[in-house]
């Protein structure tokens, strides 16, 4: 038998989910140092340095798109076969983040944020980023980055 008491405790009150592209503020010092390997990992990836991808990110994470359009589907990459099928082309890509999401806990943070990718000044795709982070030795370096991709209904 349940008592009231027991009841009450039962009783869940409904929680309003985040709103996407807020976070409970880090530590002001933290968001430059969380931000550094992604901006660093974006670069790398939009010159296809694959060398330089591997100096922010740790060997054993991997790379995931979830991509919607002519290529539905999901697929993984570990970093290093990541690194080696980027190429430098003569092509500009850039991919610029939208206002991320930081959440920090001590040696590990986490980024959302969302993204659009231009070639040569056109979007290309767009959707959302998802970073995670560790920090040893005083390092941050990207274990895992997961990613939508969409190519209708990017935002200029």
Not at 91 to 103: F, M, N, Q
């Amino acid at each position: 038998m349940i008592t009231p008491l027991f009841a009450l405790l039962l009783q869940v009150t409904p929680v309003a989910p985040i709103v996407k592209g807020t976070a409970l503020p880090p530590p002001a010092n933290d968001d430059a140092a969380v931000m550094a390997p992604i901006q660093a990992l974006l670069g790398a990836i939009g010159t296809g340095d694959g060398n330089a991808v591997l100096g922010v990110t740790r060997p054993e994470g991997s790379a995931t798109v979830a991509s919607e359009g002519a290529q539905p589907g999901v697929r993984s990459f570990r970093w290093a076969d990541f690194a080696a099928r980027l190429k430098p082309s003569g092509d500009k890509v850039e991919e610029r983040l939208g206002t991320p999401a930081i959440e920090i806990d001590g040696n590990v943070a986490m980024v959302w944020a969302p993204y659009t990718v231009t070639v040569n000044g056109q979007i290309h795709h767009c959707g959302y980023d998802h970073f995670d982070l560790v920090r040893e030795g005083g390092t941050w370096k990207v274990l895992n980055v997961t990613w939508s991709q969409h190519t209708t209904g990017c935002a200029a």
